[in-house]
C-alpha cells in the first residue's frame, strides 16, 4: 500500500487536522456502537448513517491529496449511485448497504494505519526477522518463507525490504572477512512469496475483509482455518521453486534475543488472531468490526510494552487517527468508492439476466469461482487495479446463488486470486518494492523472476478450490 503525505496549508491547517481526526472518531466509533448496540437496540441503525457520513466527509477533505485513479473512482461511484437512483430506484437498498460496506471499509483502514508507526518503529521485528538468518542451511529457505508470512502480518510489505536489508548486512560482513554469504535476492524473494501467502488467510488483511464482508453465509473462523491451511500447503510446494535462500552459509552465529524476539512476534500474531476471533463470536459482530476494536488497542499498548517503539506512540489520539487516515487515503477512498461501484455493477448485471443465468445452471457456479480465481490476476497483469476488481467480483458473486451455495470455495478462490493478482501485477507495492531490491523493473520482477510462482500458484490454488468446491 502506498501512503499519502500530509500536505496541509499554512492557512487553517490545524482546524483541518483536528477536523479530519475528529470525522475518523466518529466514522470508527458510530460503526463499532451501530454494530455491537443495534444487535440490541435496533433504534441504533441510524449511526450506521452517520458512520457513512462521515467517512464521505472525510474521503472528501482527502480528495486533493490522493491519486489520481482515486479520485476517478470517487467520481464514479458518484456517477452509478445517480444513475441507479433515477433508472433503478427499487435498487437504493442495495446501494445503501454497499455504502455501509464501504464505510467498514474506510473505518478498518484507518484502524489499520494506525498500527503503523509503532510497528515501523519495533526492534522486535527487527530481531525476529533476523533470527531467521541463524538456522541451518536447509532449513533457511523454509523458515524465511513460513516467518515473512508471520511477520507480515504486522509489518506487511515492509517484510520484504527488512529482510533484504539483513541479507544484504550479512552479506557484506562476509565479504569484509573473505567468507561466502548470503545472497540478497533470492531472500527478497523468499520474502516476497512469503507475504504475498500472508495475504490469503490474514484475519486484518484487506483481501480478507472484503471476502468475509461480502458472502454473508460465510463462516468466517472456518474460513480463516481453511485459508490458513491452504496457504501453508501452497507454500510448502512453493519451496522446491526457491532454492536459494537456502544456499550454504557460514555466519550462523546466535542473534542476540532473536529467539525471545521470534517467540513474542509468533505470540503476538496469535493473541491478535485470537482477540479478533473472541470478539466476532462474543459481540457477533463482522471481523471488520472486531478489527476496528483490536487495532487501535494494539496500537496503544504496544508503545507500552516495547521501550523502542514509545516515541511512536506519543501522538495525542486525534491527531493519531488523523495521520492514520492522511497516511491510508488511497485506499480508503478506492475501497468506499468500489463498493458502491461494485454493487452498481451488480444490479446492472442482474437486470442483464446474469444471476438468474447462474441460478438456472446455464453458467455453473465452479465455472464462475475459477473465472474469479483466473480473471483477477489476469486484471493485475494488465495492469488494472486488482483491488476494484476484486470488490465488483466479490459484490457481485457474494451474495448471489454462487456464493449462497458454495461460500467456502468462493471465498478461498478470491483470496488466492487476491494474492495472486499481487503477484502478477508490475504496479503493486510489493513487485516494485521488490524490484528496488533486486534492482530490477518491477515488470521484469512480475513477468520474470517470480512469473513461475505466479503459475505454480495458480494452478494449486484451482485444485485446492476444487476441493473446496465439491466437498462443501
Same mark, same amino acid.
Given at each position: 500500500?502506498i501512503? %499519502?503525505?500530509?500536505?496541509?496549508?499554512?492557512?487553517g491547517?490545524?482546524?483541518?487536522? &483536528?477536523?479530519?481526526?475528529?470525522?475518523?472518531?466518529?466514522?470508527?466509533?458510530?460503526?463499532?456502537a451501530?454494530?455491537?448496540?443495534?444487535?440490541?437496540?435496533?433504534?441504533?441503525?441510524?449511526l450506521?448513517?452517520?458512520?457513512?457520513? $462521515?467517512? !464521505?466527509?472525510?474521503?472528501?477533505? &482527502?480528495?486533493?491529496?490522493?491519486?489520481r485513479?482515486?479520485?476517478?473512482?470517487?467520481? +464514479?461511484? *458518484?456517477?452509478?449511485?445517480?444513475? %441507479?437512483?433515477?433508472?433503478?430506484?427499487?435498487?437504493?437498498?442495495?446501494?445503501? @448497504?454497499?455504502?455501509f460496506? +464501504?464505510?467498514?471499509?474506510?473505518?478498518?483502514?484507518?484502524?489499520?494505519g494506525?498500527?503503523r508507526a509503532?510497528? @515501523?518503529?519495533?526492534?522486535?521485528?527487527?530481531?525476529?526477522? $533476523?533470527?531467521?538468518?541463524?538456522?541451518?542451511?536447509?532449513?533457511?529457505?523454509?523458515?524465511?518463507?513460513?516467518?515473512?508470512?508471520?511477520?507480515?502480518?504486522?509489518?506487511n510489505?515492509?517484510?520484504i525490504?527488512?529482510?533484504?536489508d539483513?541479507?544484504?548486512?550479512?552479506?557484506?560482513?562476509?565479504?569484509?572477512?573473505?567468507?561466502?554469504?548470503?545472497?540478497?535476492?533470492?531472500?527478497?524473494?523468499?520474502?516476497l512469496?512469503?507475504?504475498l501467502?500472508?495475504? !490469503?488467510? =490474514?484475519? #486484518?488483511?484487506?483481501?480478507?475483509?472484503?471476502v468475509?464482508?461480502?458472502?454473508?453465509?460465510?463462516?468466517p473462523?472456518?474460513?480463516?482455518?481453511?485459508?490458513?491451511?491452504?496457504?501453508?500447503? !501452497?507454500?510448502a510446494?512453493?519451496?522446491?521453486?526457491? @532454492?536459494?535462500?537456502?544456499? /550454504?552459509?557460514?555466519?550462523?552465529?546466535?542473534?542476540?534475543g532473536?529467539? &525471545?524476539?521470534?517467540?513474542?512476534?509468533? $505470540?503476538?500474531?496469535?493473541?491478535?488472531?485470537?482477540?479478533?476471533? +473472541?470478539?466476532?463470536?462474543?459481540l457477533?459482530?463482522?471481523?471488520l468490526?472486531?478489527?476496528?476494536?483490536?487495532?487501535? *488497542?494494539?496500537?496503544?499498548?504496544?508503545? &507500552?510494552?516495547?521501550?523502542?517503539?514509545r516515541?511512536?506512540?506519543?501522538?495525542?489520539?486525534?491527531?493519531?487517527?488523523?495521520?492514520?487516515?492522511a497516511?491510508?487515503?488511497?485506499?480508503?477512498?478506492?475501497?468506499l468508492?468500489?463498493?458502491?461501484?461494485?454493487?452498481?455493477?451488480?444490479?446492472a448485471l =442482474?437486470?442483464l439476466?446474469?444471476g438468474? *443465468? #447462474?441460478?438456472?445452471?446455464?453458467?455453473?457456479?465452479?465455472? %464462475?469461482?475459477?473465472?474469479?480465481?483466473?480473471?483477477?490476476?489476469l486484471?493485475?497483469?494488465?495492469?488494472?487495479?486488482?483491488?476494484? %476488481?476484486?470488490?465488483?467480483?466479490?459484490?457481485?458473486?457474494?451474495?448471489?446463488?454462487?456464493?449462497?451455495?458454495? /461460500?467456502?470455495?468462493?471465498?478461498?478462490?478470491?483470496?488466492?486470486a487476491?494474492?495472486?493478482?499481487?503477484?502478477?501485477?508490475?504496479?503493486?507495492?510489493?513487485?516494485?518494492?521488490?524490484g528496488?531490491v533486486? +534492482?530490477?523493473?518491477?515488470?521484469? !520482477?512480475?513477468?520474470?523472476?517470480?512469473?513461475?510462482?505466479t503459475?505454480?500458484?495458480?494452478?494449486?490454488?484451482?485444485?485446492?478450490?476444487?476441493?473446496?468446491?465439491?466437498?462443501?
Open positions: 500500500m501512503g %499519502v503525505p500530509r500536505i496541509w496549508p499554512r492557512t491547517a490545524l482546524p483541518l487536522h &483536528r477536523i479530519a481526526g475528529g470525522l475518523a472518531v466518529v466514522m470508527i466509533g458510530a460503526l463499532v451501530g454494530q455491537v448496540g443495534g444487535r440490541f437496540l435496533p433504534g441504533l441503525g441510524f450506521d448513517w452517520l458512520a457513512a457520513a $462521515a467517512a !464521505v466527509m472525510l474521503a472528501l477533505i &482527502r480528495l486533493p491529496q490522493v491519486q485513479i482515486a479520485r476517478r473512482f470517487a467520481l +464514479g461511484a *458518484l456517477v452509478v449511485a445517480a444513475l %441507479v437512483a433515477i433508472l433503478a430506484p427499487e435498487a437504493l437498498p442495495a446501494m445503501h @448497504r454497499a455504502l460496506q +464501504g464505510t467498514a471499509f474506510s473505518a478498518f483502514l484507518t484502524t489499520l494506525l498500527i509503532p510497528v @515501523r518503529a519495533s526492534k522486535v521485528i527487527g530481531a525476529a526477522a $533476523a533470527r531467521l538468518f541463524a538456522y541451518p542451511a536447509r532449513l533457511r529457505a523454509l523458515a524465511m518463507t513460513f516467518g515473512a508470512q508471520f511477520l507480515s502480518v504486522l509489518f510489505i515492509g517484510t525490504g527488512m529482510m533484504s539483513i541479507a544484504a548486512d550479512h552479506a557484506a560482513r562476509a565479504k569484509a572477512e573473505g567468507k561466502p554469504g548470503i545472497d540478497p535476492a533470492p531472500v527478497a524473494l523468499a520474502a512469496r512469503g507475504t501467502m500472508m495475504t !490469503v488467510w =490474514n484475519p #486484518i488483511g484487506v483481501g480478507f475483509a472484503i468475509t464482508s461480502a458472502i454473508p453465509g460465510l463462516d473462523v472456518l474460513f480463516l482455518a481453511l485459508s490458513f491451511g491452504a496457504a501453508m500447503l !501452497v507454500s510446494g512453493g519451496l522446491l521453486l526457491d @532454492r536459494g535462500a537456502g544456499a /550454504p552459509d557460514p555466519e550462523r552465529e546466535a542473534v542476540p532473536g529467539d &525471545r524476539a521470534l517467540a513474542a512476534i509468533l $505470540a503476538a500474531v496469535a493473541g491478535l488472531i485470537a482477540v479478533t476471533l +473472541g470478539l466476532h463470536r462474543a457477533d459482530v463482522s471481523f468490526t472486531a478489527a476496528c476494536l483490536v487495532l487501535p *488497542l494494539l496500537a496503544v499498548l504496544w508503545p &507500552r510494552l516495547e521501550p523502542a517503539a516515541g511512536a506512540g506519543g501522538q495525542r489520539p486525534l491527531d493519531a487517527l488523523s495521520e492514520a487516515s497516511t491510508m487515503a488511497n485506499e480508503a477512498t478506492i475501497f468508492a468500489a463498493a458502491v461501484i461494485g454493487a452498481g455493477v451488480s444490479v =442482474n437486470a439476466g446474469v438468474a *443465468l #447462474i441460478e438456472s445452471g446455464a453458467l455453473p457456479a465452479l465455472a %464462475v469461482i475459477l473465472g474469479c480465481l483466473v480473471l483477477i490476476p486484471a493485475g497483469a494488465a495492469m488494472i487495479p486488482h483491488s476494484i %476488481v476484486m470488490v465488483l467480483a466479490a459484490q457481485l458473486f457474494g451474495s448471489g446463488p454462487v456464493g449462497a451455495a458454495h /461460500p467456502l470455495a468462493l471465498a478461498l478462490a478470491l483470496c488466492f487476491w494474492a495472486l493478482a499481487i503477484s502478477a501485477s508490475p504496479i503493486s507495492a510489493m513487485s516494485i518494492i521488490t528496488r533486486l +534492482g530490477l523493473l518491477p515488470a521484469r !520482477v512480475t513477468f520474470g523472476v517470480n512469473r513461475a510462482f503459475l505454480y500458484g495458480l494452478a494449486a490454488a484451482a485444485a485446492l478450490v476444487c476441493l473446496t468446491y465439491f466437498l462443501e
